[in-house]
């Protein structure tokens, strides 16, 4: 059984930074996107950013210029460098595999725990 391994969430400062990482574990077909996804209180769960296999990359108007998303394709890992963290940040992030049906393959869409982030002074 798939699942994502999530980790780096933690505590922080305004104007600081955390770098978060998801693994998936188990056998798993090279997913097409990887991305962070995050849920504040009260609000719905937004995309925060996404990189397709071959690496584009794709973020949140509210990240651009603060975050940058990577993947090791070896590890089936994705991670999240978070800068200048706001407290506008804080939610729980959650990571997300996605690879699209193809033919008799099935597809599939697997999600983290989702690790808490607070951005606080």
């Known amino acids: 059984q798939v699942q994502l391994v999530e980790s780096g969430g933690g505590l922080v400062q305004p104007g600081g930074s955390l770098r978060l990482s998801c693994a998936a574990s188990g056998s798993i077909f090279s997913p097409d996107v990887m991305g962070w996804y995050r849920q504040a209180p009260g609000k719905e769960r937004d995309l925060v950013a996404t990189?397709?296999?071959?690496?584009?990359?794709n973020y949140a108007n509210s990240v651009k210029g603060r975050f940058t998303i990577s993947r090791d394709n070896a590890k089936n890992t994705v991670y999240l460098e978070m800068n200048s963290l706001k407290l506008e940040d804080t939610a729980v992030y959650y990571c997300n595999a996605n690879r699209k049906s193809i033919g008799t393959m099935s597809g599939y869409d697997y999600w983290g725990q989702g690790t808490q982030v607070t951005v606080s002074s």
């Open positions: 990189i397709s296999s071959d690496g584009r990359t």
